[in-house]
């Protein structure tokens, strides 16, 4: 069993910044494969961004690309999604997500992650 918590989130005016991290338990945290996913109220969970095993590949929806980056400290069982330039368009609740095992299904797709933190809510205020 996996658990993951998430921390990190607020509220910020339009054009600041975040930082969310996501600390996971077990020891073999280093083959989970890793995204970041946010909900807004009365609409269907997102996929924001994922990072593979070793940190060296990422991959992001089209509206953060250059705002938002995702990375890893295996040594810590953590992931972290800093977050720039915020729009109140990002006011969501952001969830992070594992996989654990090795699948081909695209990590845009919730179906892929097999365990999921309980959300912390980001705030941006326009």
């Known amino acids: 069993q996996v658990q993951l918590v998430e921390s990190g989130g607020g509220l910020v005016q339009a054009g600041g910044s975040l930082r969310l991290s996501c600390a996971a338990s077990g020891r073999t945290f280093s083959t989970y494969y890793m995204a970041w996913f946010r909900q807004a109220p009365g609409k269907e969970r997102d996929f924001v961004a994922a990072?593979?095993?070793?940190?060296?590949?990422?991959y992001y929806i089209d509206s953060v690309k250059g705002r938002f980056t995702i990375s890893r400290d295996n040594a810590k069982n953590t992931v972290y999604l800093q977050m720039n330039s915020l729009e109140p368009e990002d006011t969501a609740v952001y969830y992070c997500?594992?996989?654990?095992?090795?699948?081909?299904?695209?990590?845009?797709?919730?179906?892929?992650?097999?365990?999921w933190g309980q959300g912390t809510q980001v705030t941006v205020s326009s």
């Open positions: 990072i593979n095993r070793s940190g060296g590949s990422t």
């Open positions: 997500a594992a996989d654990p095992t090795i699948r081909s299904t695209a990590p845009r797709l919730p179906t892929r992650y097999d365990y």
